[in-house]
């Protein structure tokens, strides 16, 4: 009992009780001060785990990745705090990355994920730390765009018991359908080189190769149970909502 | 292969500009930063890394159109060698002041009968006579037979003509003179007649008459010139028309004592330096004079510009001599063989001493420089070339 979300009970206010559980209703009805108590619910921990690296400013239609994620990353922060869940927050980058563990509020919440900048490459030494004791719900939301399979690793590495991973992999409409036109001279903004797309087989390969990997990473993951949804970052945020909404729910009923 | 205007290659420097271009746009459009370019092929990185032109094929066809329109402002051509006239036409000058009639007829009877293109006219006044001249060398073409005949014979030639076999094909008259005339045409059909003191015509009724009657290789009516003219602003106009005559031969027959006195003008006519040693003029040509009373032939020869001029002095007078010597010309005969074969009587030892310093003369093929145009080709080239310029462009531009 205690500090909850689900009415339980009255008992008599007693000095040092938080005088803000005061029931002013009881009071005008008894002229009595009563306490309101209710159940603690078990509520899991929300981890969202954001990849700060350069290929996160990928930038389709005015919208870049990173900032995508980020009022993604709100949307559902919002919800659990409105739920009274525990939400903490990973960047990672190699420059530095930051586990900002819990904040207490939205509004810090806010204002730590909004000067959140992207730099360099995915933090290979970083490890994606969760409780065993506590459920945690890990969002992580990336590219993917990874050299030697580090990010993907990283996650399979954090993959227990007690945990469910949700993986986002975030990319651009530009990205999945290779809209570049001919000739078209495109910079890698981790390595900084320089590709030109000089003919239609380019393209068409590399659809072919993204198609693959995202298949091999869908396959890898739903080994370990881990969920890998891949997003259009041309698609309304409140789709993708629902959908951690609908895998929330179901967690919930597995843990219950 | 030349051109016209050569200048115009300079435009050849504008080819640089769509390079310039594609230098300047390939700067100002930086790359298109992405997230990853790993899954593109690695043969590609590499080459990214080399310098090279974007759209080479559109910028290679850019290039072809402005050097084309270069070459076409520049008039390219290629020069084709013509061979003008194998044989040369022949222009015979009869000067009337010969007053020989009984001469006359006859002469152009046989020239006539030679088919060959006859000159002839009644000399007026000294003046006249070199109007006449001027009108023989602003031919625009050597006519294969062009009769003319000069007021003062009108009483002759009026009416069919039995006693000349040639027809009068149209009549220069001076505009500012009035006399009577008969005009007919090449089938022997009466078309005018006119009394003797009525007649007037001018320069519109000429050239109505030239519309009427303008047969094949027919001279134009010519606009006289005006009685006042000076002789040698007459034998200059010569000299101007001349250069852009077709070649023929000049045969001058008149008497010494007219010729001696247009020396200095005929002197200029022959030696002007309009009168050029190209193909598109007349190489050499032949005169003979004739002194009136005695006809005399003389044998100097003189070598004026490459002109072959021939002074014979006639000993004997003789009315076939004329003849003779016409006819000679006409069949092309060496003028040196025609002296040896003539009575030795009429040779002069001038001529004899000279012998050696004459120089045949041989008509000559006379070839043209054409200047043959290659404005259509190129035209078509240009067309083609925008088309797949303007084809290659299309494609480049992004879906």
């Not at chain 2, 106009?237 to 010729?259: G, N, W």
């Amino acid at each position: 009992m205690g500090q909850g979300t689900e009415f339980s009970q009255y008992r008599a206010y007693q000095p040092g009780d938080d005088i803000r559980r005061l029931d002013w209703k009881m009071y005008a009805r008894s002229d009595k001060f009563f306490v309101r108590e209710s159940d603690q619910s078990k509520g899991i921990k929300f981890h969202f785990i954001l990849d700060g690296s350069a290929s996160m400013l990928h930038e389709d239609e005015g919208l870049k990745k990173l900032d995508y994620s980020k009022y993604l990353t709100a949307a559902l922060a919002y919800i659990g705090f409105n739920q009274g869940d525990e939400i903490e927050l990973s960047i990672i980058n190699s420059d530095q990355s930051i586990a900002y563990g819990k904040i207490s509020s939205y509004k810090k919440f806010v204002q730590t994920i909004h000067p959140i900048k992207a730099k360099k490459t995915w933090d290979k030494t970083f490890h994606i730390n969760s409780s065993r004791l506590q459920k945690t719900l890990i969002i992580v939301l990336s590219d993917f765009h990874e050299m030697q399979d580090e990010i993907k690793n990283s996650i399979l590495k954090a993959r227990h018991a007690n945990n469910e991973i949700l993986t986002f992999c975030l990319l651009s409409d530009n990205e999945i359908n290779c809209t570049y036109s001919l000739n078209s001279q495109l910079q890698d903004l981790e390595t900084k080189e320089i590709i030109t797309i000089k003919n239609k087989a380019s393209q068409k390969k590399y659809l072919e190769q993204l198609e693959k990997e995202l298949a091999e990473y869908k396959q890898e993951f739903a080994a370990k149970n881990i969920d890998f949804q891949i997003i259009n970052c041309s698609n309304d945020i409140d789709q993708q909502i629902k959908m951690v909404l609908e895998k929330r729910m179901l967690i919930q009923r597995n843990l219950n | 292969m030349s051109f016209l205007n050569p200048i115009y290659l300079l435009g050849l420097t504008s080819i640089f500009i769509p390079i310039l271009i594609h230098f300047w746009n390939r700067k100002q459009s930086p790359p298109i930063k992405v997230g990853s370019i790993k899954r593109f092929e690695s043969d590609s990185k590499e080459q990214a890394k080399k310098f090279h032109f974007k759209n080479l094929p559109l910028l290679i066809s850019r290039i072809i159109l402005l050097a084309l329109f270069s070459i076409l402002a520049a008039g390219l051509f290629y020069p084709k060698n013509e061979i003008i006239n194998k044989e040369i036409d022949k222009v015979l000058l009869i000067d009337y002041e010969l007053k020989g009639k009984e001469v006359l007829p006859k002469l152009i009877q046989k020239i006539d009968s030679t088919n060959r293109t006859i000159y002839f006219t009644d000399s007026l006044s000294k003046q006249n006579y070199w109007t006449e001249l001027n009108a023989i060398l602003g031919l625009q073409f050597i006519p294969d037979t062009v009769q003319f005949i000069g007021y003062n014979q009108l009483k002759n030639f009026t009416g069919k003509k039995k006693e000349f076999p040639f027809y009068i094909d149209w009549i220069l008259i001076p505009k500012e003179t009035e006399r009577a005339f008969s005009l007919q045409n090449s089938q022997n059909n009466l078309l005018a007649n006119s009394s003797e003191t009525n007649i007037h015509y001018v320069q519109g009724q000429a050239q109505a008459l030239e519309n009427n009657f303008r047969l094949k290789d027919t001279l134009k009516i010519l606009n006289l010139t005006k009685k006042n003219h000076p002789a040698f602003y007459k034998v200059k106009s010569a000299i101007e028309i001349l250069q852009k005559q077709s070649p023929f031969q000049l045969v001058l027959v008149s008497s010494e004592e007219i010729l001696s006195s247009k020396t200095r003008a005929f002197d200029l006519l022959l030696s002007s330096d309009k009168i050029d040693q190209s193909a598109e003029s007349f190489k050499f040509s032949k005169e003979l004079h004739f002194h009136q009373s005695e006809i005399h032939l003389t044998s100097q020869i003189e070598k004026r510009n490459s002109q072959t001029i021939v002074h014979s002095d006639f000993t004997k007078k003789d009315p076939d001599l004329i003849y003779k010597i016409g006819q000679l010309i006409y069949q092309n005969k060496e003028l040196e063989n025609f002296i040896s074969n003539n009575d030795n009587r009429i040779v002069s030892s001038k001529l004899l001493a000279n012998k050696k310093n004459f120089q045949k003369t041989k008509p000559t093929e006379l070839t043209r420089t054409k200047k043959i145009s290659l404005h259509n080709p190129l035209w078509i080239l240009i067309a083609l070339s925008l088309f797949v310029e303007r084809f290659l462009a299309f494609k480049s531009v992004k879906p």
